[in-house]
């Protein structure tokens, strides 16, 4: 089984309605090419979905199906309209056959909550965006009232993480502000059968609603890639949704799909999200630094019975705070470690440093040698080859262990 980020690369054809019809719309027309003779419709008003049971004369707009559906839709309809399309160009020598070609993803507008931004911002994946560099400009489509037929603007690239190091969130804006819609709230906490909606462009099947559960949390390898604490969802996703919102029942968005572990390349109710909380924390870091850059501390970590750093780069921001192989970590910025399973600690201290830029500090609380102390780490630029919290690759899935930070 591979797994897929689902960024889909598709030979677009994007019709700009005649001049005569822009008067009138400023919309475009996406055909995916992906079926002859398969048109795809567009529903016929923005809350119409309901039309696949359809209230008569005998069952009442008071039938218990559409009563119970209601709530459904009422979500939809609401959420809908701050889902976007992003389509970015892939430059020739990224393609199989050298021709350059287009990328779709999705994305949403997000309420930044305390973090004061001088914009509205879009969040999407990285993978989705991290061809261009940060300013570059990028097609944006926003909703219209019809599924086919998005409001096409630009917009330019703020920000995105290392996907390769499991900081798969990026950040986009409009070039004109004023056409933003409303955003949608983040929410952290998720439970095993939550029902869940997803909203994004599977297969160049544009703003494709799909219903899940969630079906664990906290995944950190999917086969052998590591993803850390990515939530899973059996919610339908494929190629096109990487980066769109997945919702609870209250219109909340409590992860980005990212990934699916597929055999066939499609969905198999295998699907992965970066968590909620990851796109917060990455909103205040942006607020912060104008980045989503990941500083370093340069040393390798074991969590087997405790949280411990097992090697020190000499010279490194760890080396020059005094840290030493063998120092037990028990807290980080004052969260206390030291009570948790030594593998969730871990994970929270990776999260932690994940998500702060080279320069900025990291307060650590150590016990070495029987005596407690603590050191104030400077993170640095990450080497060349990359240093990112990746698991050594093994034949089996790896263990939470052998982490590069």
């Known amino acids: 089984m591979m797994t897929h980020r689902l960024c889909a690369v598709l030979a677009l054809s994007l019709a700009v309605l005649p001049a005569s019809a822009a008067a009138e719309s400023s919309d475009a027309v996406f055909s995916s090419g992906l079926s002859d003779g398969l048109q795809l419709l567009g529903r016929e008003r923005a809350l119409g979905r309901g039309n696949y049971h359809p209230a008569t004369e005998e069952t009442g707009p008071n039938d218990p199906i559409l009563l119970r559906q209601a709530p459904l839709i009422a979500l939809i309809g609401k959420a809908e309209p701050s889902v976007v399309v992003l389509v970015t160009k892939i430059p020739a020598s990224d393609t199989a056959g050298g021709g350059g070609g287009e990328a779709m ?3 949403f507008f997000v309420d930044a909550g305390a973090e004061r931004l001088s914009q509205p911002v879009i969040a999407t994946n990285s993978h989705c965006v991290e061809m261009r560099k940060v300013g570059d400009t990028i097609d944006i489509g926003l909703f219209s009232g019809n599924d086919n037929r998005p409001q096409m603007v630009k917009g330019r690239v703020l ?7 499991a900081k798969d969130v990026a950040f986009v804006a409009l070039e004109d502000p004023a056409l933003a819609r409303p955003s949608l709230k983040l929410w952290d906490k998720l439970d095993v059968g939550e029902e869940v909606v997803a909203i994004g462009n599977p297969r160049g099947f544009l703003f494709s609603v799909s219903r899940g559960i969630v079906s664990a949390l906290g995944r950190d390898t ?5 993803v850390l604490s990515a939530d899973q969802t059996d919610a339908a996703v494929n190629p096109g949704n990487s980066g769109g919102p997945l919702l609870n029942m209250w219109g909340s968005v409590v992860g980005i799909n990212a990934m699916i572990a597929s055999e066939s390349g499609g ?3 295998l699907s992965f999200t970066v968590p909620a909380r990851f796109v917060r ?14 500083g370093v501390m340069q040393v390798s ?17 760890a080396a020059q705070a005094n840290i030493l192989a063998g ?5 980080v910025d004052g969260q206390d470690l030291s009570k948790m399973d030594p593998a969730d600690a871990l994970t929270e201290l990776l999260v932690r440093v994940k998500f702060m830029s080279p320069g900025e500090t990291v307060t650590l609380d150590l016990n070495g040698d029987g005596k407690a102390r603590t050191a104030r780490v400077t993170l640095g630029e990450p080497a060349a080859p990359k240093w990112a919290p990746l698991p050594k690759l ?6 939470k262990s052998d982490f590069v930070l």
């Open 327 to 331: 120092d037990q970590i028990t807290a």
């Open 281 to 294: 924390l990455g909103l205040e870091q942006f607020a912060r630094t104008g980045d989503l850059k990941m």
């Open 159 to 165: 920000a995105y993480g290392d996907s390769n190091a």
């Open 222 to 226: 999917v086969e052998s890639q590591f």
């Open 394 to 399: 093994k034949k089996r899935a790896p263990k």
């Open 105 to 107: 993803c999705a994305g």
């Open 301 to 317: 970590l074991a969590a087997d019975s405790t949280l411990r750093v097992k090697s020190v780069v000499a010279g490194g921001p």
């Open 267 to 269: 969905s198999e109710g």
